[in-house]
Structures are given as C-alpha cells and as structure tokens.
C-alpha cells in the first residue's frame, strides 16, 4: 500500500474506493486516452484539492460520496464500487443531463476534482498539450529580454 494513502483523512477506507471507482467512471481506460484514472493513484492530489476548498465543502463531502454509492444500487442494483467501470461510467453520464440542478452540480464537482487530480501528472497533462509552467517560462524569457 502507498504511504500516501495512509495519510489521507478525508478519503481513505471506504470513501477512497467510492472515490476511486467515480474517478474511473469519469475518466475510463480506452476512453480519448488509453490509460485511465484506475491507472493512476489520484486519491491523495485529490485529497489536497479537497482539503484547499471551503470547509463547509470538505465536510459534506463525504455525504455526497455515500449518496452516489447508494443511488448506485437502486439503479443497478449494487453500489458504485461493485459496479463495472462501463456501468459506473453510464450511471455518472446520467447526472450530467439529470433535470435536477444538485446532480449536475454533484457530476460538475466530482469532474473538476478529478481532471484536476489526473491532469496534474506531467505525462496526461502532455496529452491534451499542456506543460506545466510553460507560461512561467514565456514570462522569464520577457523579463530577461528587457
């Protein structure tokens, strides 16, 4: 087990499989890439994103991990974390065009958590374009030039 995991507070146990297995719904193998969430150990760049936000927002937060777990099992029968990645994936594409406004903020949330957490390793970052402080080094190159 990675020592990042023992030190995570809001998502460890039972929280970080729910977790891990709706970041792999969101961002599946096979999917626009090849490698997908369950490829990676996001669940402590999770942490820190959730662990910046508002208080009110890290204490609820487990709630909503348990309310999709267990909307999960009267779609399919079984919670989310038993679920296939097809399916947990098709269960989560169901809160974005949801017509109540709180399950498509939930799928809005649980989305930037996780691109934010995947996208964040340089090596996913190069795969949409983006290089980590390439700005910083455009702004060095200008001040130097001055």
């Given at each position: ?13 039972v929280?970080?499989?729910i ?38 927002f890290r204490?609820?937060?487990p ?6 777990q ?9 919670p ?39 996208y ?16 910083v ?10």
């Open positions: 087990m990675d020592l990042a995991v023992n030190k995570l507070r809001i998502l460890r146990g929280r970080g499989r977790m891990a297995a709706i970041m792999s719904g969101i961002i599946p193998r096979g999917g626009a890439f090849a490698v997908g969430a369950a490829d990676y150990d996001l669940l402590p760049r999770a942490e820190a994103f959730i662990r910046s936000m508002n208080p009110a204490f609820g937060f709630f909503l991990l348990f309310y999709i267990i909307a999960a099992i009267f779609r399919y029968g079984r989310l974390t038993k679920c296939s990645e097809e399916k947990a994936s098709s269960f989560l594409k169901r809160f974005e065009t949801s017509r109540f406004f709180y399950k498509r903020m939930i799928i809005l949330a649980l989305k930037m958590i996780t691109f934010i957490s995947f964040d390793i340089d090596e996913n970052a190069a795969l949409i374009g983006y290089h980590h402080l390439q700005h080094k455009r702004d060095t190159r200008r001040a130097n030039e001055r």
